[in-house]
């Protein structure tokens, strides 16, 4: 078809958007990946033309690979066992128990993804640093020991506070399961005399499995992506997983070389798809497992008795864990010259030189307004994109828009360092590269399903019937889009924007390869702060950060009131 077609109209529009789509995804997603293949394969940024498998050889000679991988194989199988251990007790307690203040412990797990992970792993360093962690000094004094009988930079350590930060996963996909399981099950093994905990044992987690193993399987491809975590207490403790040994690769030294990089990266990346395909495989059978029919059917609440209390105890510990204590420690460092205990000394020594110090620090100010704008512009960008994604998801069926759906949710898989290192290799020819707007690119490329998805789900809520209305009254494509189907789906809209924008606030693994000077966001000057060990600026960064994240969801929030009303 020659160009004088596309010019009189010959290709229909939504054919136009579908093909202009498929470029523009693809170009964000399987662009970087091809461009991280072509790397490994090269001999540096300069020569990408010249092909070598000198930085396969160099990587897998590397002595110290092999450690590095076992390393990798126990932070991230341990991690994703302890957050599904976690995430399925808290989903059978907040569903299937009568234990008080439900209601409140079933959001209780989802409260990490509010907290940025490189702040989460900086405050329990605050408290558990080996030397002169809060709570090692608390231990000493009252054991009377000359060291802190608690190591956070340790691999267990670095268990503790991912697995923690995973919970989220892992409790949203096994507490629908819960909801939806058959009571009558159940009620057939204590009928049989069985009792709560054999019935648990022998019934409901047996039915689970799917669900379980898709949580499992899920919070071990997120640990594998991890970085905050294994850099902020793995590198001090001297352990190395893939995504760090990546890291240190193009960061340590006067060259970097982003050719081992590459092929190091490819190498985590094929585990991460290949884990993906293992759950999808896993979880495939998964009809077998159906429980629910037509016929009626409602969840069971077993009774704890008093144990309930003690359960509900468990929780609240949990909770000030996962927030509380993290919060605080943050507010009150930001306040203190070094760690101190808390008394009557800490308050001597109080004082806003952390706080003048961050705002005198233009570095601290510009990464603050870098932030701001990723967030604002690149949310907005995101969205508006996703938002054409979506429509053409719901309203189109066919095989291009299958193809989009694939290449939209395929990065779901990708390592956000690793997907990082291809946006380098992708960008580094381009005039935007070293600059914010590289970021911008990188940032939607990744996160693009954090918008499609809540999109998708508020399209498919609005029938077609009300745009084909307004087309028969003379409206086109974008202004039916504009007019009336975008004004109906306008909470969509907005949590789909909050949720982008909330992740560009937090983004570490994307930002830690791609950002320069002049481009520094929060994240990675944070964790700057960490590498010289100026925790109350950490701190004092770390709670603007915070701030920053809250007032964009509650600027949302007016937003979402205020057309509300207007309706």
């Given at each position: 078809?020659?160009?004088?077609?596309?010019?009189?109209?010959?290709?229909?529009?939504?054919?136009?958007?579908?093909?202009?789509?498929?470029?523009?995804?693809?170009?964000?997603?399987?662009?970087?990946?091809?461009?991280?293949?072509?790397?490994?394969?090269?001999?540096?940024?300069?020569?990408?033309?010249?092909?070598?498998?000198?930085?396969?050889?160099?990587?897998?000679?590397d002595p110290s690979l092999p450690r590095v991988l076992l390393n990798t194989l126990i932070f991230t199988f341990g991690s994703a066992l302890f957050s599904t251990v976690l995430g399925t007790?808290?989903?059978?307690?907040?569903?299937?128990?009568?234990?008080?203040?439900?209601?409140?412990?079933?959001?209780?797990?989802?409260?990490?993804?509010?907290?940025?992970?490189?702040?989460?792993?900086?405050?329990?360093?605050?408290?558990?640093?080996?030397?002169?962690?809060?709570?090692?000094?608390?231990?000493?004094?009252?054991?009377?020991?000359?060291?802190?009988?608690?190591?956070?930079?340790?691999l267990g350590g670095m268990i503790f506070l991912e697995g923690l930060l995973d919970l989220p996963v892992t409790f949203m996909v096994i507490s629908p399961a819960l909801y939806s399981f058959?009571?009558?099950?159940?009620?057939?093994?204590?009928?049989?005399?069985?009792?709560?905990?054999?019935?648990?044992?022998?019934?409901?987690?047996?039915?689970?499995?799917?669900?379980?193993?898709?949580?499992?399987?899920?919070?071990?491809?997120?640990?594998?992506?991890?970085?905050?975590?294994?850099?902020?207490?793995?590198?001090?403790?001297?352990?190395?997983?893939?995504?760090?040994?990546?890291?240190?690769?193009?960061?340590?030294?006067?060259?970097?070389?982003?050719?081992?990089?590459?092929?190091?990266?490819?190498?985590?990346?094929?585990?991460?798809?290949?884990?993906?395909?293992?759950?999808?495989?896993?979880?495939?059978?998964?009809?077998?497992?159906?429980?629910?029919?037509?016929?009626?059917?409602?969840?069971?609440?077993?009774?704890?008795?008093?144990?309930?209390?003690?359960?509900?105890?468990?929780?609240?510990?949990?909770?000030?864990?996962?927030?509380?204590?993290?919060?605080?420690?943050?507010?009150?460092?930001?306040?203190?010259?070094?760690?101190?205990?808390?008394?009557?000394?800490?308050?001597?020594?109080?004082?806003?030189?952390?706080?003048?110090?961050?705002?005198?620090?233009?570095?601290?100010?510009?990464?603050?307004?870098?932030?701001?704008?990723?967030?604002?512009?690149?949310?907005?960008?995101?969205?508006?994109?996703?938002?054409?994604?979506?429509?053409?998801?719901?309203?189109?069926?066919?095989?291009?828009?299958?193809?989009?759906?694939?290449?939209?949710?395929?990065?779901?898989?990708?390592?956000?360092?690793?997907?990082?290192?291809?946006?380098?290799?992708?960008?580094?020819?381009?005039?935007?590269?070293?600059?914010?707007?590289?970021?911008?690119?990188?940032?939607?490329?990744?996160?693009?399903?954090?918008?499609?998805?809540?999109?998708?789900?508020?399209?498919?809520?609005?029938?077609?019937?009300?745009?084909?209305?307004?087309?028969?009254?003379?409206?086109?494509?974008?202004?039916?889009?504009?007019?009336?189907?975008?004004?109906?789906?306008?909470?969509?809209?907005?949590?789909?924007?909050?949720?982008?924008?909330?992740?560009?606030?937090?983004?570490?693994?994307?930002?830690?390869?791609?950002?320069?000077?002049?481009?520094?966001?929060?994240?990675?000057?944070?964790?700057?702060?960490?590498?010289?060990?100026?925790?109350?600026?950490?701190?004092?960064?770390?709670?603007?950060?915070?701030?920053?994240?809250a007032s964009l969801v509650i600027l949302a929030s007016f937003v979402k009131g205020r057309l509300s009303s207007v309706k």
């Open positions: 078809m020659n160009a004088r077609a596309w010019v009189r109209g010959a290709v229909p529009p939504r054919t136009l958007l579908v093909a202009v789509l498929i470029l523009v995804v693809a170009s964000l997603t399987v662009g970087p990946v091809v461009m991280l293949l072509l790397g490994s394969f090269s001999r540096g940024l300069g020569a990408l033309r010249t092909f070598t498998l000198d930085k396969y050889i160099a990587v897998y000679s007790f808290l989903a059978y307690l907040s569903v299937r128990t009568n234990i008080p203040l439900k209601r409140a412990f079933s959001v209780l797990p989802l409260i990490p993804m509010m907290f940025p992970h490189v702040l989460f792993a900086a405050a329990w360093i605050i408290l558990l640093n080996p030397t002169n962690g809060i709570l090692n000094m608390w231990l000493r004094g009252l054991l009377g020991m000359s060291w802190g009988p608690l190591n956070i930079y340790s058959d009571i009558s099950l159940e009620e057939a093994s204590r009928v049989s005399g069985a009792s709560n905990a054999r019935t648990l044992w022998k019934i409901t987690l047996p039915m689970l499995r799917p669900a379980v193993l898709a949580a499992f399987m899920l919070a071990v491809i997120r640990s594998l992506a991890a970085f905050a975590v294994p850099q902020m207490v793995g590198i001090p403790g001297r352990i190395q997983v893939l995504t760090t040994y990546v890291y240190r690769v193009i960061s340590v030294g006067w060259s970097p070389d982003y050719g081992r990089a590459a092929a190091l990266g490819v190498i985590v990346l094929v585990s991460a798809i290949s884990l993906v395909l293992l759950y999808r495989y896993l979880t495939s059978a998964s009809e077998r497992f159906v429980t629910v029919t037509g016929k009626g059917f409602r969840p069971t609440v077993a009774n704890l008795g008093r144990l309930r209390y003690v359960f509900s105890g468990i929780v609240l510990v949990l909770f000030c864990v996962l927030i509380v204590i993290p919060a605080l420690t943050l507010g009150y460092m930001s306040f203190l010259p070094y760690t101190v205990m808390p008394g009557s000394r800490a308050l001597s020594l109080f004082s806003l030189a952390n706080w003048q110090g961050v705002f005198q620090d233009r570095i601290a100010i510009r990464s603050i307004g870098n932030t701001a704008l990723l967030a604002v512009g690149g949310a907005t960008i995101g969205v508006v994109l996703s938002v054409f994604i979506a429509y053409v998801l719901v309203r189109i069926k066919g095989r291009a828009t299958s193809l989009l759906d694939s290449l939209v949710f395929l990065s779901y898989s990708f390592p956000g360092l690793i997907i990082g290192v291809g946006f380098m290799w992708f960008l580094i020819r381009t005039p935007i590269y070293g600059t914010l707007w590289a970021l911008l690119v990188a940032y939607i490329g990744t996160y693009l399903p954090y918008g499609v998805r809540p999109l998708t789900s508020a399209f498919i809520q609005v029938h077609h019937d009300l745009e084909d209305a307004s087309r028969v009254c003379g409206a086109g494509f974008l202004g039916t889009l504009r007019r009336i189907t975008v004004p109906l789906i306008a909470p969509g809209v907005l949590s789909a924007w909050v949720l982008m924008a909330a992740m560009f606030v937090r983004e570490l693994s994307v930002s830690a390869v791609l950002a320069r000077p002049g481009s520094e966001v929060l994240s990675v000057q944070i964790m700057r702060y960490a590498y010289d060990g100026l925790w109350g600026k950490v701190s004092a960064l770390g709670i603007l950060m915070i701030g920053l994240s």
